[in-house]
């Protein structure tokens, strides 16, 4: 037999206990595990009772690529109360995106912070940065977590002990829906200083497109423009690129005297930092030198593209049964551009002469 005592210095109460098998996913952290019918089944918040889940699916997040140049979102982040959005945290310095940093302090308060609860994920990238500031001996430890019932049990995925690009996959998870991701120093007087910067948080079987905030970065009264994809899955031979691209003058001096230019990146684990040209210009490379490709390649002047047109590009066999994504950048600041109705998949029978678009199934 078994004696459970739970003590206490202070008043408490205690009430709907429970002693038996565990629920599925410990109900997702949203009901009460009750034994009924020889099984045991969930008790729902909303007292509605089920024999796997209380899950409701409507409020899960789906991919999110958070860069802190906004304030945070309450409704999905929670954080310690000494944290910080900026630019510069301690020694360090962005001049792209900001930081959050977590700084130590005297109080027995530990730093974290919490976002979710998302889909199923299929991996979460990170920057993440750690100093020692304390003038004292400092064992605490940095851990990335991930929790499926709500908080109730925390497990840990990742120790992070120096500074660097994290990447975590979560395929492998056995209960993988409404996750919660946790950064949080381990003791509870904290004695570091670290910082988060551009999580990258990718949920299975989504069809977003875009980033939730392509990024204009702004800086000394100038906005750079850039355009980037989620990555599509493992590119198949014949594939293609295509979208409706429209290039405007610039502002301040009217004129078309600039360029876009469509890039590609597979290095997943590094966190896609290495951007190449999809198709090099041709006076760089003959490969690609063909009747339909342009002789500059997947580098677009503004000046040919005062009105839309569609463009469709071929991708190379080099990226065959990769993952990759597709940016687009200017090279200049304050230029804009409008891209619709991308398409990356097969291509179409003679890109449909010309006359048509290219889909799934076909031309339209």
Same mark, same amino acid.
Not at 214 to 221: C, G, M, S, V, Y
Not at 249 to 254: D, G
Not at 312 to 325: C, L
């Given at each position: 037999?078994?004696?459970?005592?739970?003590?206490?210095?202070?008043?408490?109460?205690?009430?709907?206990?429970?002693?038996?098998?565990?629920?599925?996913?410990?109900?997702?952290?949203?009901?009460?595990?009750?034994?009924?019918?020889?099984?045991?089944?969930?008790?729902?918040?909303?007292?509605?009772?089920?024999?796997?889940?209380?899950?409701?699916?409507?409020?899960?997040?789906?991919?999110?690529?958070?860069?802190?140049?906004?304030?945070?979102?309450?409704?999905?982040?929670?954080?310690?109360?000494?944290?910080?959005?900026?630019?510069?945290?301690?020694?360090?310095?962005?001049?792209?995106?900001?930081?959050?940093?977590?700084?130590?302090?005297?109080?027995?308060?530990?730093?974290?912070?919490?976002?979710?609860?998302?889909?199923?994920?299929?991996?979460?990238?990170?920057?993440?940065?750690?100093?020692?500031?304390?003038?004292?001996?400092?064992?605490?430890?940095?851990?990335?977590?991930?929790?499926?019932?709500?908080?109730?049990?925390?497990?840990?995925?990742?120790?992070?002990?120096?500074?660097?690009?994290?990447?975590?996959?979560?395929? *492998?998870?056995?209960? $993988?829906?409404?996750?919660?991701? %946790? /950064?949080?120093?381990?003791?509870?007087?904290?004695?570091? @200083?670290? !910082?988060?910067?551009?999580?990258?948080?990718?949920?299975?079987?989504?069809?977003?497109?875009?980033?939730?905030?392509?990024?204009?970065?702004?800086?000394?009264?100038?906005?750079?423009?850039?355009?980037?994809?989620?990555?599509?899955?493992?590119?198949?031979?014949?594939?293609?690129?295509?979208?409706?691209?429209?290039?405007?003058?610039?502002?301040?001096?009217?004129?078309?005297?600039?360029?876009?230019?469509?890039?590609?990146?597979?290095?997943?684990?590094?966190?896609?930092?290495?951007?190449?040209?999809?198709?090099?210009?041709?006076?760089?490379?003959?490969?690609?030198?063909?009747?339909?490709?342009?002789?500059?390649?997947?580098?677009?002047?503004?000046?040919?593209?005062?009105?839309?047109?569609?463009?469709?590009?071929?991708?190379? *066999?080099?990226?065959? $049964?990769?993952?990759?994504?597709? %940016? /687009?950048?200017?090279?200049?600041?304050?230029?804009?551009? @409008?891209? !619709?109705?991308?398409?990356?998949?097969?291509?179409?029978?003679?890109?449909?002469?010309?006359?048509?678009?290219?889909?799934?199934?076909?031309?339209?």
């Amino acid at each position: 037999s078994i004696l459970i005592r739970i003590q206490s210095d202070r008043l408490f109460t205690l009430n709907h206990i429970y002693i038996g098998p565990s629920c599925p996913a410990n109900c997702y952290g949203h009901g009460k595990c009750l034994w009924k019918t020889e099984q045991a089944i969930c008790q729902c918040d909303n007292n509605q009772t089920s024999e796997t889940n209380c899950l409701q699916k409507n409020l899960l997040l789906s991919s999110l690529y958070e860069t802190f140049e906004n304030k945070l979102n309450s409704s999905i982040w929670s954080i310690s109360s000494h944290v910080q959005l900026t630019h510069r945290c301690y020694n360090r310095q962005s001049k792209t995106t900001p930081y959050l940093c977590f700084l130590p302090n005297n109080y027995t308060h530990q730093n974290y912070a919490i976002i979710g609860p998302f889909k199923a994920l299929k991996y979460v990238l990170f920057k993440f940065g750690l100093q020692y500031v304390s003038l004292t001996n400092c064992s605490n430890q940095i851990l990335f977590q991930y929790s499926y019932d709500n908080g109730i049990q925390w497990y840990t995925k990742k120790i992070l002990d120096e500074t660097n690009n994290i990447f975590e996959r979560f395929d *492998d998870l056995l209960i $993988n829906m409404n996750i919660y991701l %946790r /950064w949080i120093e381990e003791n509870d007087q904290s004695c570091l @200083m670290w !910082n988060l910067r551009s999580i990258s948080i990718r949920t299975k079987n989504d069809e977003n497109l875009w980033f939730e905030n392509n990024l204009h970065i702004e800086q000394k009264n100038e906005i750079n423009y850039d355009a980037q994809t989620w990555e599509f899955p493992l590119i198949q031979s014949s594939s293609i690129i295509q979208f409706d691209l429209q290039m405007f003058p610039l502002k301040k001096t009217n004129n078309t005297n600039w360029y876009l230019i469509l890039e590609i990146s597979s290095n997943i684990i590094h966190g896609w930092s290495h951007w190449i040209s999809l198709i090099p210009s041709c006076n760089q490379t003959n490969l690609y030198c063909e009747d339909k490709i342009a002789s500059t390649g997947s580098l677009f002047l503004a000046q040919l593209y005062q009105q839309q047109r569609n463009v469709t590009i071929p991708i190379p *066999d080099s990226y065959v $049964n990769q993952e990759v994504r597709f %940016r /687009w950048t200017t090279s200049q600041s304050n230029a804009r551009f @409008m891209i !619709n109705k991308v398409y990356v998949g097969a291509d179409c029978p003679w890109f449909c002469s010309g006359h048509g678009l290219c889909q799934s199934n076909g031309c339209q």
